[in-house]
């Protein structure tokens, strides 16, 4: 690997390069720009991912996973307890 990078820069050399020109190929500087932008694209795609879950979730109706105000603790939309329980208790 060094003995090719080392051919490379000399290869440079030989076509007529300064060693800045040469240096900024192999510097990271150029490929910075790429890295955040591909990073900030990698970010906006989980978000979406992510809010288009919570969508589905929300849209469900008398889903067991998201608590609503009309189901009781067991998942039911009506509760298990008749008006004869409170008569037989006394």
């Known amino acids: 690997m060094r003995r090719e990078i080392f051919h490379i820069y000399k290869l440079g050399r030989e076509l007529g390069l300064a060693k800045k020109d040469i240096d900024t190929v192999f510097s990271y500087n150029s490929f910075k720009g ?4 591909g990073i900030i694209v990698i970010i906006i795609i989980l978000f979406l ?4 879950i919570l969508a589905s979730l929300t849209a469900i109706p008398n889903s067991p996973r998201v608590p609503s105000n009309n189901t009781y603790q067991t998942g039911t939309l009506y509760s298990t307890v008749r008006i004869k329980d409170f008569k037989e208790r006394k």
């Open 34 to 37: 790429k890295d955040i932008g």
């Open 49 to 52: 991912g992510f809010l288009i």
